[in-house]
């Protein structure tokens, strides 16, 4: 299972917390990279954090120190991994998408942008 599945999107109030959660299979995590994304209205799709083949994370300028990626003990064969969101802003308002990437080794990253699976996206509202 390649298609990740997410879960978690609320409302929450400035400088709150919120948690997502992504549900992919173990081989995924451990081979792909895992990237969370947002879009707000109009804007495009931005890259906020991601983590490759399960272990190294990066973030986004945006949200470092604020957001974290962790993930639970596989399970059945399938992973969860979460993105642990803190002092939220209105800024953070957006749908967010979890998505899986090949690996491609012949690129800085390792991770082939261009060809991923994605989810169906979770609302994060922040209102004041």
């Known amino acids: 299972q390649v298609q990740p599945v997410e879960s978690g999107g609320n409302s929450v109030q400035v400088g709150g917390s919120l948690r997502l959660s992504c549900v992919a299979s173990e081989s995924t995590v451990s081979s792909y990279c895992m990237g969370w994304f947002r879009q707000r209205p109009v804007q495009e799709r931005e890259r906020v954090a991601h983590?490759?083949?399960?272990?190294?994370?990066?973030?986004?300028d945006s949200v470092k120190d604020r957001f974290t990626i962790s993930k639970d003990k596989a399970k059945n064969t399938l992973q969860t991994l979460h993105l642990q969101m803190n002092t939220l802003k209105p800024e953070d308002t957006a749908m967010y998408y979890c998505a899986a990437f090949p690996l491609d080794y012949g690129l800085a990253t390792l991770c082939s942008w261009d060809h991923g699976y994605w989810g169906q996206g979770t609302q994060v509202t922040v209102s004041s």
């Open positions: 983590i490759v083949k399960g272990d190294s994370t990066h973030y986004a």
